[in-house]
Nanobody, 126 residues
């Protein structure tokens, strides 16, 4: 059974940094595409950053230059380094995994990724 557990959220001031982690288990990690999503209260869930099975990385325009997605295949862990945080980044952040090779394509087609973590809250104060 696929299991995703996020950690690393918290409260920071504007300009601060956080690193989120997503520990994956229950499948062969490197064969799935992965991604980070976020949802603020009253808003739709948005894609933040994706890593496809071939290593292609995609970022939402709103986080380009500030966030970095990475993964450690040996640890079955996905990361999201978030720098220069803004109050608009406040949201619940979710890790997602999908057996299809491109999370970027999954997102572009409006398809919901197959597996999700429980989320970790990020709050940025001004």
């Amino acid at each position: 059974k696929v299991h995703l557990v996020e950690s690393g959220g918290g409260s920071v001031q504007s300009g601060g940094s956080l690193r989120l982690s997503c520990k994956a288990s229950g499948y062969t990690y490197r064969t799935y595409s992965m991604g980070w999503f976020r949802q603020a209260p009253g808003k739709e869930r948005d894609g933040v950053a994706f890593i496809d099975e071939d290593g292609t990385i995609t970022y939402a325009e709103s986080v380009k230059g500030r966030f970095t997605i990475s993964q450690d295949n040996a640890k079955n862990t996905l990361y999201l380094q978030m720098n220069s945080l803004k109050p608009d980044d406040t949201a619940m952040y979710y890790c997602a995994a999908d057996p299809r090779p491109s999370m970027t394509t999954v997102q572009a087609l409006g398809v919901t990724p197959l597996f999700w973590g429980q989320g970790t809250q990020v709050t940025v104060s001004s």
